[in-house]
């Protein structure tokens, strides 16, 4: 099956793919992808090194020269004509994408028209950006801002979304007229290959050869190296929040600018006034889709004592109906876990809730009758009732909610609020007070950078800017005026009188 899916893209035959007889777990220089439904190897991916390195950098400020004089509409065009192509291989990629990180086919498809989308997405933004003419003090003078291509963009990416965050990152930094250097995770390699491969060969046929650049290496040869490199003036990174405050640290250092998007650990409120139904089929997808390991996954329910019980009940049923096993079978909704150490910290997880005094009240072992591959129970654990759970405030990064109850709305909120970290944020509620206070233009609602009501924390459309404050990062991604972080901002002023005129009214030798 796995060699079925790599023809498809040709990476059977792709110069740095080894597999068949030719796959030694071992080698030096060399990665291997493993299948985490079932532990099989699937191919070996040759490592760059710091030469490589070095000549990628050399090939993207050579295509970046030419790249930044194509106009922005034309560079759209570019784009277009990767979306369409991104159409023709959707299923081959989106079975890629489930084959290399176990999500269920359906999200690995819905992961591929995400990069589909923000293509056009950005198709459109590349006849739009624009700057503000403002309004001069001064005579005969012209004020206003411009925007320019800001060079090298640096894309580190997590395992859980291989395609969808380089798409975000680099369909829109190339209507801006930049490069992007992509470094993937090594738990997600392939899509790399076949998804880079996909845009530069589009870009190339159409003569512009270099806009989209891949180097797969370790965190200390390549990873590192890329971060402290002043040639990359900006750095978004996708991951955890250790690795982003290492990443923010190196590039801080230089003085570069980076875009973040780490961790989260996103709670739903639910109210007294609720639409319980709504409440327990948003938080199901949310809890268990990608089985926990979206940044945006439901890991923690907050609700009212009144609808506690209620709700946990028609969740922990729910949960006993998932079906949980193959990802490329259409019948799975909850596939593995990412490797055996995301397991292990399932496990960890699972038994310091029950140290703090936390009740497991389903999941907590690995998944019935699959003897193989990275498959946990999805789990739900009540807090005690005094509601102090430690290990609730931390992300792991598997399917495990934790359910808080609480009597007042100013007590959900803090409770809401006390994590490190501040992706995305939902509240259940039919009462128009109760969701504008958890919205609150004052700032003391959520203090998320995504706040939803009546839908769950997950599964944002592309359109809205992505990310999140606190330790999640504060980056923005994708839709909204997102693109500003991959352009240099220019503000102009052209005197086309005659007179010397100085702002403030400084009069200077007359
Ligand atoms: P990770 O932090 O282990 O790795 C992410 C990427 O960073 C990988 O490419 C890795 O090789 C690279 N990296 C790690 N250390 C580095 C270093 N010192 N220098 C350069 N690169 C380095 O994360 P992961 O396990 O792949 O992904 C899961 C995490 O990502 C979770 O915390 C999740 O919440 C987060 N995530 C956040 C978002 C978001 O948009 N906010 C999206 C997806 C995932």
């Known amino acids: 099956m796995s060699m079925k899916v790599l023809e498809r893209l040709g990476l059977d035959r792709h110069p740095r793919v080894v597999t068949g007889a030719g796959l030694k777990p ?42 930044r004089e194509v106009p922005a509409p034309v560079r759209g065009q570019v784009v277009r004509a990767i979306g369409d192509e991104f159409r023709k291989h959707k299923e081959a990629l989106g079975a890629l994408v489930t084959l290399e990180v176990g999500k269920i086919l359906q999200e690995g498809l819905g992961e591929v028209q995400e990069t589909i989308d923000i293509a056009d997405y950005a198709v459109g933004l590349s006849r739009t950006l624009s700057g503000p003419v403002l309004a001069s003090e001064r005579a005969k003078h012209r004020l206003y801002e ?30 801006c007229g ?9 738990l997600a390699p392939l ?120 709700l946990t009940k028609r969740l922990v049923n729910a949960y006993k109906q998932i079906s949980i096993g193959d990802p490329l079978s259409e019948k799975t909704l909850v596939g593995p876990l990412i490797t055996p150490a995301a397991v292990e910290g399932y496990f960890t997880a699972i038994r310091r809730a029950k140290e703090e005094g936390g009740t497991v009240l389903i999941g907590g072992e ?61 509240i259940f509620t039919d009462s128009v007070r109760t969701s ?31 990310g999140g404050e606190k330790d999640t990062g504060g980056g923005r991604e994708s839709g909204s005026d997102s693109w500003k972080a991959y352009m240099r901002r220019q503000t102009v002023a052209i005197n086309y009188g005659s007179e010397l005129a100085l702002a403030q009214g400084i009069r200077f030798g007359e």
């Open 26 to 67: 071992g080698t030096p220089g060399q990665v291997v992808v493993t299948n985490p439904a079932n532990g099989e190897a699937i191919a070996g991916i040759r490592l760059d090194d710091a030469a490589a390195y070095e000549k990628v950098i050399a090939e993207s400020q050579e295509a970046f020269k030419r790249w």
């Open 191 to 310: 899509t790399a290959i076949a998804s880079n491969e996909i845009a530069e060969r589009v870009a190339s046929s159409m003569g512009h050869r270099g806009v989209f650049q891949l180097i797969i290496g370790t965190d200390q040869e390549v990873g590192e190296r890329l971060v402290a490199d002043r040639r990359v003036p900006l750095i978004s990174a996708t991951g955890s929040c250790r690795m982003g405050k290492r990443v923010g640290e190196i590039v801080a250092r230089r003085l570069g600018r980076t875009l973040l998007e780490l961790g989260g650990n996103n709670a739903v409120i639910v109210h007294k006034d609720a639409d319980i139904d709504l409440a327990a089929k948003s938080i199901l997808f949310a809890a268990v889709g990608t089985a926990g390991q979206r940044c945006t996954t439901t890991r923690r329910l907050i609700a009212h004592e009144s609808v506690v019980e209620e």
């Open 146 to 175: 411009q925007w320019l291509p800001l060079g090298l963009v640096g894309v580190i990416s997590a395992f859980n979304f291989p395609n969808a965050v380089w798409a975000w990152n680099s369909m829109l930094a190339a209507v």
């Open 436 to 466: 504008e206070a958890f919205l609150a233009t004052s700032g003391s609602g959520s203090d998320c950078g995504l706040a939803y009501v009546n839908l769950g924390t997950s599964g944002a459309e592309i359109g809205g800017a992505f």
């Open 366 to 426: 690995r998944a019935a009758g699959m003897s193989k591959g990275n498959y946990v129970m999805p789990a739900i654990v009540r807090a005690p009732g005094s509601n102090v759970l430690p290990i609730a405030m931390e992300e792991t990064f598997a399917p495990i909610l934790y359910v808080f109850s609480y009597r007042t709305l100013e007590e959900a909120l803090a409770l809401h609020n006390s994590v490190e970290q501040g992706l995305s944020s939902a």
């Open 178 to 186: 930049d490069v992007t250097i992509w470094k993937p995770s090594l």
